[in-house]
């Protein structure tokens, strides 16, 4: 368990609305992805305060955080059908197998070890089972030395803001599809398959 980053956002929780404000039309590209799948059973990682469960209309939808905060306003704004744990991505509690579908948006960045966030989310992937990582990419132009900048700032906030997509140890799955999230190339939509 990460004591910091839930510790932080226990206490950012209230402030997250104004997050969610600014992620929204990428929820909405992201539900959208979501919703072209068959009906399964889908896992979101990292679900902090679940106002975007709402837009995922046919799955059944688990979501887990660190932060007990973040879930108590998750089991507010949804029905009690949408199951929602504290429990850590990196150490996840459920047994092999289970899940059509995993998502991590806004998450892989903010992990203390991505790699352990992935070998758990390929571990209780069925075969074949579909990771959307919904992520900022530290891109190669120009908006690259912003995230360099920002890199004090951005370990207050508990994220690493030069994340490239390389850095993402993805080793035991496939990409399948990357859908550009709004302009410049910086927020992506990545879609992979377990290997
Ligand atoms: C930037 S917020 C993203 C929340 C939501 N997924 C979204 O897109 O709005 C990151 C969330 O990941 C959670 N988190 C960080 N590390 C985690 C871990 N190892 N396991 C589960 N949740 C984690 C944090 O508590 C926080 O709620």
């Given at each position: 368990?990460?004591?910091?980053?839930?510790?932080?956002y226990?206490?950012?929780?209230v402030?997250?609305p104004?997050v969610?404000?600014?992620?929204?039309?990428?929820?909405?590209?992201?539900?959208a992805?979501?919703?072209?799948?068959p009906?399964?059973?889908?896992?979101?990682?990292?679900?902090?305060?679940?106002?975007?469960?709402?837009?995922?209309?046919?799955h059944?939808?688990?979501?887990?955080?660190?932060?007990?905060?973040?879930?108590?306003?998750?089991?507010?704004?949804?029905?009690?059908?949408?199951?929602?744990?504290e429990?850590?991505?990196?150490?996840?509690?459920?047994a092999?197998e289970?899940?059509?579908?995993?998502?991590l948006?806004?998450?892989?960045?903010?992990?203390?070890?991505?790699d352990?966030?992935?070998q758990?989310?390929?571990r209780?992937?069925?075969?074949?089972?579909k990771?959307?990582?919904?992520?900022?990419?530290t891109?190669?132009?120009?908006m690259?030395?912003?995230?360099?900048?920002?890199?004090?700032i951005?370990?207050?906030?508990?994220?690493?803001?030069i994340?490239r997509?390389?850095?993402?140890p993805?080793g035991?799955?496939?990409l399948?599809?990357?859908i550009?999230v709004?302009?410049?190339?910086?927020?992506?939509?990545?879609?992979?398959q377990?290997?």
């Amino acid at each position: 368990m990460q004591k910091g980053t839930s510790n932080f956002y226990n206490k950012f929780s209230v402030c997250y609305p104004l997050v969610d404000f600014f992620l929204l039309p990428q929820k909405r590209i992201l539900a959208a992805a979501v919703n072209e799948m068959p009906i399964g059973n889908l896992l979101e990682v990292g679900v902090g305060n679940g106002s975007h469960l709402k837009y995922y209309r046919q799955h059944q939808v688990t979501g887990i955080d660190i932060s007990s905060s973040m879930l108590a306003t998750a089991r507010k704004s949804n029905p009690p059908q949408v199951r929602l744990e504290e429990m850590d991505g990196e150490n996840l509690t459920y047994a092999a197998e289970q899940f059509d579908y995993i998502v991590l948006s806004h998450v892989i960045a903010v992990a203390k070890h991505p790699d352990k966030l992935l070998q758990e989310a390929h571990r209780v992937l069925k075969p074949q089972g579909k990771l959307l990582i919904l992520n900022h990419f530290t891109p190669d132009h120009w908006m690259k030395y912003i995230d360099h900048a920002a890199q004090a700032i951005a370990s207050l906030f508990h994220f690493r803001s030069i994340f490239r997509q390389e850095d993402i140890p993805t080793g035991d799955f496939s990409l399948i599809k990357e859908i550009k999230v709004g302009k410049l190339g910086y927020f992506k939509l990545l879609i992979f398959q377990k290997i």
